[in-house]
Structure formats: structure tokens, C-alpha cells
């Protein structure tokens, strides 16, 4: 459906002689002290294009490019276990992995193989943890637990609506009058925390309902520990109960910092952009 609607804006507007397929691994800014500095970008192989005007909305995609990856608190202590284990260590990626790693990781045929037959714990409160609830379902698991530690939240954007409909210029005005700090408040409260679509929580109901997928909503890992005798992951949730899992993915996004966006570093070395926790 989106590739439709891709195709229908380059036929609709007359586009089709614009675009250019290619990978942009380099952005340099020339003449940065003249008055209509230009950028420079190459591309994978090699060709080279200049502009006075560059967008960037590439996402951070399944590599998570520019994103610090945010784990829960007790996914720590669990990597340090798992590494210092002899028994676990060679495989402790696989027994514990976050998402950015994950959405590569389950492409392989032998990969998603090695689900089938094990417990596999999920944790998040989003889009991409309801997907790899159900992926982990149709690898054939043997138990698939989702747990969130908040009741899921359903909206249509992960953004609030007023940003998409048509109180959007307004929102945009006052947002440019905000100072660095204030804006950064702004997108964290119309952000919130992870959400699922309406349609997606409902194929997350119709898995509970037909796969025997363990919903338990509202409740928070306390702790996670490598079990060395019995060779799994024990879990503590706050509501009392401790569970065993072989496999255990957390879906808990990331924040995104500029300064780890590969193609921008040549930009950023010449001539540095103020960040505020990672955005400019």
C-alpha cells in the first residue's frame, strides 16, 4: 500500500525523471563561509551530488543508525551474567537481544528455527513489540510471553493527532517560538511513551485468544538472572510471579543523537551543529 501511494505521488506530480536510486554515505558542507554554502553528497558508488538544501528522512531503520538503544534496568546485570557464564556466553547475543538487532537477526530461516520450541519473553509497550510477539508465535515458540509495564496505549500515530491533522501549522508556530530546552519537553510529551494501532492490538488479542499468547499488560520485570544450573533466564515480575524463559527480546526503542549518524559526521567534524541530548 505505501509503495502504491509512493508511485501515485511520482506519477501525480511528474517526478519520475527526479529520482535517483542510491545509498548516501557522505555529507559535506563547501563554501560553509560563504553566503549560499552547498552541500556535498556521495553516494555508494561513488557519483556526487550538490545541493543548497538537504532532508533528511531516512528513519534510523533496522540498523537503528543515530539511535542510543534504550534497555530496562535490569538488562545490565543480565549481560554481565550472561557473558561471565560458561555456559552461555558464546550464544548471550542470542538469548538476550533489543530490538535493532532483532528485526536483522529473525530475516534467517536458520535463525527463526532456533525460536521454535523455546520461551520467549517480549517486553515493550509498542508497535515493534507487538510484531515480535507475533513473530515469535509464528516461529513456533512454545510459550510467548508480552509483558508492558503500563496497559497498552492505542492511537492511530505515535505522535499526538493534533500534529498530523490540521492544527499542525499552529503546533509548528509555537514550537518555533519555544527555547532549545522547551521543545525538547514538547516532543517528549507528544511522543509519550510506545503505542500500538488499533488494528495491531487487535491481532495481539486474536494471538492470545488462538495461539495462547501470555498477555501480561500493566506488570514490570523487577529482575532478570542467568540460571547457570538450569540453563535459562528466571524472571521476577512485579506482581509476584517468577517465570523461566530461553529467549528473552526487548522492544524499548532508543533516543536518536545526531552525532551517531554516520553521514553526518564528515558535516559535523567541519562545522559542528549545538546538540541537546542529541538533537540539534
Not at 540453563?231 to 533516543?255: E, Y
Not at 553521514?263 to 559535523?268: K, T
Amino acid at each position: 500500500l505505501f509503495l502504491d501511494f509512493c508511485a501515485d505521488l511520482v506519477d501525480r506530480y511528474g517526478l519520475d525523471s527526479l529520482l535517483m536510486k542510491g545509498t548516501v554515505v557522505d555529507v559535506k558542507l563547501c563554501n560553509a563561509d560563504g553566503e549560499e554554502p552547498i552541500f556535498k553528497l556521495t553516494l555508494g558508488d561513488g557519483r556526487t551530488i550538490s545541493a543548497k538544501r538537504v532532508v533528511a528522512a531516512m528513519g534510523p531503520g533496522p540498523a537503528f543508525q543515530g539511535m542510543r538503544v534504550t534497555r530496562p534496568f535490569w538488562a545490565e546485570e543480565l549481560a554481565l551474567e550472561l557473558a561471565a557464564s560458561p555456559t552461555a556466553a558464546a550464544s548471550s547475543s542470542i538469548i538476550m537481544q533489543h530490538a535493532s538487532t532483532l528485526t536483522r537477526w529473525l530475516l534467517s530461516p536458520q535463525n527463526r528455527e532456533l525460536v521454535r520450541g523455546k520461551r520467549v519473553l517480549v517486553v515493550g509497550g509498542g508497535q515493534t513489540s507487538a510484531h515480535l510477539a507475533r513473530l515469535a508465535v509464528e516461529c513456533e515458540a512454545e510459550v510467548v510471553t508480552y509483558c508492558s509495564r503500563r496497559p497498552v496505549t492505542q492511537k492511530p500515530f505515535d505522535i499526538d493527532v493534533d500534529c498530523m491533522g490540521d492544527k499542525r501549522p499552529d503546533m509548528l508556530k509555537k514550537f518555533v517560538r519555544m527555547e532549545p530546552g522547551e521543545r525538547l519537553a514538547f516532543n517528549r510529551k507528544m511522543r509519550g511513551g510506545g503505542s500500538m494501532s488499533g488494528d495491531v492490538y487487535h491481532g495481539h488479542l486474536m494471538a492470545k485468544e488462538e495461539d495462547g499468547l501470555d498477555m501480561a499488560e500493566g506488570v514490570q520485570v523487577e529482575e532478570a538472572r542467568w540460571s547457570e544450573e538450569e540453563g535459562h533466564v528466571q524472571v521476577r515480575l512485579d506482581d509476584g510471579s517468577r517465570r523461566s524463559f530461553d529467549l528473552v527480546w526487548m522492544a524499548t526503542g532508543g533516543i536518536f543523537d545526531m552525532n551517531l549518524v554516520p553521514i553526518f559526521a564528515s558535516m559535523q567534524a567541519q562545522h559542528p551543529i549545538p546538540c541537546i541530548d542529541g538533537l540539534p
